[in-house]
């Protein structure tokens, strides 16, 4: 908690250096006590907004966490699944995520569910392949071990290859919470009429810098926020189930 507040307190003093020393105008770079005057002008503004975007990023990493969990599983049962599928969905993380939110506005409309459908896309890969690499590095000794007491494939899969794939999905998750706030407000920033991807284009088109800074800053403590939360409940999660496998 103290080294996140240095860190915060540290930032702060280089965002106000960088203003002080280049001169910078407001409209470029509004210092940090202009953007704490409108975090503190419009914090109801803020706070509506910000729920919004929550619900988004909740729902898209809950459905986009669950789909890449369920995807891995799939793969690591089958090695010719894996050899068909892995290079297409490398491949669709090649397309950017900017040409794709205009058509899952279009199918998808301007509410909720393209916005949900943009974060779980950008978190979707994370997710799948970090769980598969480590369902896919059990062991070998494990492995050989349970095939030469008569183990049965699901008995193996649910004692051996999750619990020790546990961390690497752990990983993937948090990645997940850092990255699906970013694919919401992308989804919103090509049609909605609230969140913080919204208020950011109103007040860019208003000139209405400070405000704009404002709602990315709440942004970012969303998703240092998820990033704990969500790092918490992993490392809970994968200690619980190893006692329980023990």
Known sequence: MRAALASAVLALLLWQAVVTVFDLPHFIL?????????????????????????????????????LGALTALSLAHSRRARDLLKPLLAFTQALPVFAL????????????????????????????????DGLLRTPAGWLDLAQTMGARERAVLVRLRVPHALPALGAGLKLAAV??????VIGEWVGSSSGLGYLMLLASGRAKVDLMFAAMLVLGVMSVTLYAVVGRVVNRAVSRFSEGTR
């Open 30 to 66: 509004p210092c940090p006590a202009k953007v704490g005057a409108a975090l503190w002008d419009n914090g109801a503004l803020l706070a509506s907004h910000a729920g919004t975007t929550l619900i988004e990023v909740l729902i898209g990493l809950v459905l986009g966490g669950s």
């Open 101 to 132: 939110a205009p058509i899952l506005t279009l199918w998808l409309g301007y509410g909720l569910w393209s916005k949900v459908a943009m974060a779980v896309l950008i978190i979707f890969f994370p997710v799948m392949s970090a769980f598969l």
């Open 179 to 184: 990255y699906a706030p970013i694919g919401a």
